[in-house]
C-alpha cells in the first residue's frame, strides 16, 4: 500500500494507494462496509485532459473518499482496476461529485460497465448546491462555485491547492498547466495527493452546501429539477452532433483566407497589425472618426462594440442604417471573425471529433449568475442568429432531417408575464408585433425600417437595465433622440416601467438579492441593481427551457436531441418523422406563465443544422443534399421563412 496524506483543519487525511492483492481486498472491505452503511461516497477522475469523447482520451486515477480517508485507484495500469473501479461504483448506494457531468461522461465512456443511467440517479453533485447557494463566481464577489473555492469557504481556508504544485512539476518535466496531465508519473506524490484530496473535499464540502442552501430559504424543488437536467444535458452530450468532416475543412481553409484578404484590405488604411490597439484607433481618427470610449489606461477604445457601432452593425451584424459604415471598422471586424470562426468552430470540430466524427460540446446545464445554460468546445452559443455557414458543419445522421425548435419572442412574453402590463400582454394575446407597437408609440404610424430597428433596441435596452447613454452608442442615435425614445418606450408600456422600479427597490432593500418565480437566488453587484429586472427575465427564461427539457425527456423524445442552444432545441429524426417529432417537441415545450402563452416555432430541415438557417430555396438546392433532392420543400421553406 502506498500511502499519502492531504492536510485538513490540521490534520493530515490518509490517502490510500492499493498495490497489491491484500491491498484491494482492503479498498473492496471499505467499499462495502460504506455501502452497507447507506453512507454516501465522493467519486472523482484524474483524466488525460477535458475532451472526453477526443481520440487518446483517457481515465488516469479514479478515486473514492470519505470526510476521515481517501482510496486512489490507478486504473490507468490495467484492466482489473478499471473493472475495481466499475464495482465500486455499481456496489455503493449513493455518491457525492463536484460537477459530476464529466466525470460520469468519462466514466461512461471509459469504465466498463458504467452508464449515465446507473450513476446519476444516485449521484449528488456539490457545484448545484453551490450554485444554488450563490451563483457568483469568486472574482464577482461571490463564494465561487469550484471545489476550491468551496472548500475554502466552508471547510478550511487553509486547505491546500495542489493544482498549483501540481503546474510545477508539469514545468519539471517540460509540459504545461494544459499539457502536462497525461505525462507526469501516475506515482507522483502530489499528483496522488491531490486526487484523494479532492474526493475528501467534495465529502466534506457537501454537507455544508445542502445546509447553506436550506438556510438561504432557496426553493427545495430546485435541488431535484437541476439534477435532472443536467442528467438530461449529460444524454445529449454523450450522443454527440455528426459533423461532414470534408465540409468543415474546407470552410477552415475559406475562413483563413476570408481572415487574410480583409486583413489586407486593413492594410490599405494604415493598419499593418489589426490587433494593434495603436494603429486601429490612430487610423480610424485619422479618417474623421469621433471615438469618446477609453479604455482603463486612458488610451482610445476600439473593442467589438466600438468597431460595430463605426460599422453600422449591432450584434447579431444586422445593419442598423444609422451612418455611413466605416470601412475600416468592417474589414477588422470581418477579419477577426473569420479567424475567430475558423479557430473556435471549424478547427475545434476537427480537433475534437471522435471517431465516428462526432463532436460533443460541453454543456453547461447551470452556468451564468442567472443560471442560463452555456455551451462550449465549440461555443456554438456565440453563432449570430442569421448565419448558416458554420452550422452547415453539423448534419444529421443518414436518412433523416434535422429539427430546430425554439420559443417565439420569450424574453418580451416573460416582460409582460413578470410586470403585468396590460397593454404589452394585449398585444401579445392579440398577436401584434411589440416592436411595431413601441415603434408606433415612439415615432407615429408612419415609422420606418430603421426605426423599427432602434424601438427593438430599446426594448432589450430597457429590459437589461441599459440607459439612453447606451442605446445611443448602440444605434448611432443622438442622446436626445435616444432619451425620447426611451420616454416613448415607458409612456406606451406604464405598468412595465413601474415594476422595474419597484424591483429595483426591492433588490436593494433585499441585500442586492432576488427571488425569481422559480424560487431561484440571485445576487446582484452593489452597483447593479439596475440589472435586477434583466436578471429575473434571464433566470425566468432559462427556467422555461429547462422545463422544456424535462417535458422532452419525459415524453421519450430527448434520443433526438443533438444540442439545446439559447432558446433552441436542435435535433434530427428519420425523414418520415422528422415533422412529427418537431411538433411534439414543440408542444412538450410550450407552456404558459402567470396567463401569457410562451409558445414554440418548429421547423424542419434539409440534411444540416445549417439548412435550418438558409433563407433562399437556391442556397438550400445548392448546399443541402436533401434540398436538393427535394426542390418544392426548399421553396416551401423559403415561403415560410419570409
Not at 488516469?60 to 485507484?73: I, K, M, N
Not at 495603436?278 to 479604455?295: D, F, P, Y
Not at 432602434?454 to 436626445?480: D, E, S
Not at 432545441?569 to 410550450?590: F, N, S, T, Y
Amino acid at each position: 500500500m502506498i500511502e499519502h496524506s492531504f492536510p485538513v483543519l490540521g490534520e493530515s487525511i490518509p490517502v490510500r494507494v492499493p498495490q497489491t492483492v491484500d491491498d484491494f481486498r482492503e479498498f473492496q472491505r471499505y467499499i462495502i462496509d460504506r455501502a452497507n452503511a447507506g453512507e454516501r461516497v465522493a467519486y472523482d477522475t484524474e483524466t488525460t485532459g477535458l475532451d472526453t469523447f477526443s481520440a487518446g482520451f483517457r481515465i488516469r486515477t479514479a478515486q473514492f473518499g470519505t470526510p476521515e480517508e481517501a482510496w486512489v485507484l490507478q486504473v490507468e495500469l490495467g484492466d482489473d482496476l478499471q473493472r475495481l473501479a466499475s464495482w465500486a461504483l455499481r456496489t455503493l448506494p449513493a455518491l457525492s461529485m463536484q460537477n459530476r457531468n464529466f466525470d460520469m461522461l468519462a466514466s461512461d465512456r471509459h469504465l466498463p460497465g458504467i452508464t449515465l443511467e446507473e450513476l446519476a440517479p444516485k449521484t449528488l453533485d456539490t457545484y448545484i448546491f453551490s450554485h444554488l447557494s450563490d451563483p457568483r463566481r469568486r472574482d464577482q464577489g461571490g463564494v465561487g462555485n469550484g471545489l476550491k473555492d468551496a472548500a475554502a469557504h466552508y471547510v478550511d481556508p487553509s486547505a491546500p491547492d495542489t493544482q498549483g504544485g501540481l503546474i510545477e512539476e508539469f514545468h519539471k518535466i517540460g509540459y504545461t498547466k494544459d499539457t502536462g496531465w497525461p505525462h507526469i508519473d501516475i506515482n507522483n506524490p502530489l499528483y496522488l495527493s491531490y486526487a484523494g484530496g479532492d474526493v475528501i473535499l467534495t465529502s466534506r464540502v457537501l454537507p455544508k452546501v445542502q445546509a447553506r442552501v436550506r438556510e438561504l430559504g432557496v426553493n427545495p424543488a430546485l435541488v431535484p429539477f437541476e439534477h435532472e437536467v443536467g442528467f438530461i444535458c449529460a444524454l445529449v452530450e454523450r450522443r454527440g452532433m455528426r459533423i461532414n468532416r470534408e465540409y468543415t475543412t474546407r470552410l477552415s481553409s475559406e475562413l483563413a483566407e476570408e481572415a487574410a484578404r480583409w486583413a489586407a484590405e486593413a492594410k490599405r488604411y494604415g493598419v499593418e497589425n489589426i490587433n494593434s490597439t495603436r494603429q486601429v484607433s490612430e487610423a480610424l481618427l485619422g479618417m474623421g472618426e469621433v471615438i469618446k470610449e477609453r479604455t482603463d489606461g486612458g488610451a482610445v477604445q476600439v473593442d467589438g462594440k466600438v468597431l460595430k457601432r463605426l460599422a453600422d452593425v449591432d450584434k447579431d451584424w444586422e445593419p442598423i442604417e444609422s451612418r455611413t459604415p466605416n470601412p475600416l471598422a468592417m474589414a477588422i471586424l470581418r477579419s477577426k471573425r473569420a479567424a475567430k470562426w475558423r479557430l473556435s468552430y471549424a478547427e475545434a470540430m476537427l480537433r475534437t471529433a471522435d471517431e465516428n466524427d462526432r463532436v460533443h460540446p460541453k454543456i453547461g446545464a447551470l452556468a451564468a449568475r442567472t443560471a442560463r445554460m452555456s455551451i462550449s468546445d465549440p461555443p456554438f452559443q456565440q453563432l449570430p442568429s442569421g448565419k448558416w455557414e458554420v452550422r452547415h458543419c453539423v448534419e444529421s445522421d443518414d436518412g433523416h432531417r434535422m429539427i430546430s425548435v425554439d420559443y417565439s419572442s420569450v424574453e418580451p412574453r416573460v416582460m409582460a408575464a413578470l410586470s403585468g402590463d396590460e397593454r404589452m400582454t394585449a398585444a401579445i394575446l392579440e398577436g401584434a408585433d411589440l416592436h411595431n407597437l413601441t415603434a408606433a408609440s415612439v415615432y407615429g404610424p408612419g415609422f420606418t425600417k430603421g426605426q423599427r430597428k432602434v424601438a427593438k433596441v430599446v426594448q432589450l435596452g430597457v429590459a437589461y437595465g441599459g440607459g439612453a447613454k447606451t442605446i445611443a452608442a448602440q444605434t448611432g442615435l443622438t442622446l436626445a433622440a435616444a432619451q425620447d425614445a426611451v420616454k416613448g418606450y415607458k409612456r406606451t408600456y406604464p405598468r412595465l416601467a413601474r415594476y422595474i422600479r419597484q424591483l429595483q427597490g426591492q433588490v436593494i432593500r433585499n441585500g442586492y438579492t432576488l427571488r425569481t418565480p422559480s424560487g431561484r437566488r440571485l445576487v446582484f453587484d452593489r452597483d447593479a441593481a439596475y440589472a435586477s429586472f434583466n436578471g429575473e427575465i434571464q433566470s425566468t427564461a432559462r427556467d422555461i427551457f429547462a422545463q422544456g427539457m424535462l417535458a422532452i425527456h419525459e415524453r421519450g423524445l430527448t434520443p433526438h436531441v443533438l444540442l439545446p442552444v439559447h432558446d433552441e432545441i436542435v435535433a434530427d429524426a428519420p425523414e418520415k418523422d422528422a415533422k412529427e417529432v418537431a411538433r411534439e417537441i414543440g408542444e412538450a415545450m410550450a407552456t404558459v406563465i402567470r396567463g401569457i402563452p410562451i409558445d414554440t416555432d418548429p421547423d424542419v430541415g434539409g440534411r444540416t443544422w445549417g439548412s435550418l438557417y438558409m433563407k433562399k430555396a437556391a442556397t438550400m438546392l445548392e448546399h443541402d443534399e436533401w434540398y436538393a433532392a427535394h426542390p418544392d420543400e426548399a421553396r416551401a421553406a423559403e415561403e415560410a421563412r419570409k
